[in-house]
């Protein structure tokens, strides 16, 4: 379905649910200036996943993680500001329709638009720790680090780890468990910005589904999950969330 039917029946099911579930992926960021990892131009089509955001490759050599992270992610994340989609969504929940937001996103840009009920499935850029000591640095200060060496270092010598999860790690656990309990108990589970390829998340519509909720797709492009959802629509999410408030 294209917008501008979608509209008047997204308007229908949000007012009458009670207990909406947002789940975001970086295309809802991409408005703000952040690449998507899939579709049109996005991260993975430049740098193989395998080589750039496996643990085991970190473990084996940081410094392929760090470089993608100078290059292509602190820049952006850095100077990146919430969007008309991000603030939106803080609306709907100071409305009272929105009570938890589970993002996949690790750019904190939720909580800059206001959401207070952020459940982080991925981590997010706000925390790096030593693997050696575990003291923990801000992003900015790892930043400087790197500018002087790859990978970046601890004063104890020890590697430094970003807080994002990386393929081939456990989603954080307390944020997992949190992220079911919400989808089990929502009215109207509303994905925005997600290709829904990477598992477990993308198992949470699913979930939601099948728990008895509406499912509302919002993307660009088709994802796998489009026949089981009860409106797709096919269109970039802070234009349609602004229309929608
Ligand atoms: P993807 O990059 O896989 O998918 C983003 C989707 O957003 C694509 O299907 C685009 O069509 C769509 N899109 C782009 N701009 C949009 C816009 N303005 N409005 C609506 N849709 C838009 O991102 P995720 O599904 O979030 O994980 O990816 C999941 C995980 O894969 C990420 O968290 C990351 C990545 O590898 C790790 O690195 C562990």
Redesign the pocket.
């Given at each position: 379905m294209f917008i501008d039917g979608g509209v008047s029946k997204l308007k229908k099911i949000v007012m009458d649910s009670k207990r909406i579930v947002a789940f975001?992926?970086?295309?809802?960021s991409?408005?703000s200036g952040i690449?998507?990892?899939?579709?049109?131009g996005?991260?993975?089509t430049k740098y193989d996943?395998s080589i750039y955001?496996e643990v085991n490759r970190f473990r084996e050599d940081p410094s392929y993680y760090w470089r993608f992270f100078r290059d292509e992610r602190y820049p952006v994340i850095k100077r990146a500001k919430p969007n008309e989609?991000h603030f939106a969504l803080a609306e709907l929940e100071k409305r009272g329709k929105i009570y938890r937001v589970i993002t996949?996103?690790?750019d904190v840009l939720h909580q800059l638009a206001g959401s207070s009920d952020v459940i982080e499935?991925?981590g997010n850029t706000r925390k790096i720790f030593c693997l050696s000591c575990e003291r923990e640095y801000s992003m900015n200060e790892a930043y400087s680090l790197l500018k002087e060496e790859l990978p970046p270092r601890c004063s104890c010598g020890g590697v430094l780890k970003p807080g994002?999860?990386?393929?081939g790690?456990p989603l954080p656990k307390v944020a997992l468990d949190m992220a079911m309990l919400a989808t089990r108990n929502c009215d109207m589970f509303l994905v925005?910005?997600?290709?829904?390829?990477?598992y477990p998340?993308?198992s949470l519509p699913r979930i939601a589904k099948k728990s008895g909720a509406i499912l509302v797709i919002?993307?660009?492009?088709p994802?796998l999950l489009d026949d089981m959802a009860d409106l797709v629509i096919n269109?970039?999410?802070?234009?349609?969330l602004s229309r929608l408030i």
């Open positions: 975001t992926g970086a295309g809802f991409a408005e690449s998507t990892f899939r579709g049109a996005g991260l993975w996943p955001a989609g996949q996103n690790i499935l991925h994002t999860v990386l393929f790690e925005l910005g997600s290709s829904l390829v990477v998340a993308a919002i993307n660009i492009d994802t269109g970039g999410t802070s234009k349609l």
